[in-house]
């Protein structure tokens, strides 16, 4: 039961956010305080649904020149070179 237990908390809160963050280009850090954030606010429908809403900002804030230091915070780019 305790490696069932160690597996389940490794994989919702390294894994998961890990792997997420790199598909959407978007912070693990950032995923995890989304994944936290919505926990607390709407329950289990905000862990859910709170990945894409920040990924939604996060391409609002791409295409937007105001909302670019956003943008930064919110990204995992690891090429600086590219912007």
Do not use: C, H
């Not at 894994?15 to 994944?35: D, E, H, M, Q, S």
């Not at 996060?58 to 600086?80: F, Q, V, Y």
């Amino acid at each position: 039961m305790l490696v069932f237990t160690f597996v389940q908390i490794l994989e919702a809160n390294i894994i998961f956010p890990f792997a997420v963050g790199n598909r959407l280009k978007i912070n693990t850090l950032a995923v995890i305080v989304a994944i936290v954030t919505g926990g607390i606010l709407w329950g289990a429908a905000g862990m859910i649904l709170f990945i894409p809403f920040m990924s939604i900002v996060k391409l609002i804030a791409d295409r937007t020149e105001s909302l670019k230091m956003l943008s930064l915070l919110l990204g995992s780019d690891s090429d600086p070179k590219k912007k």
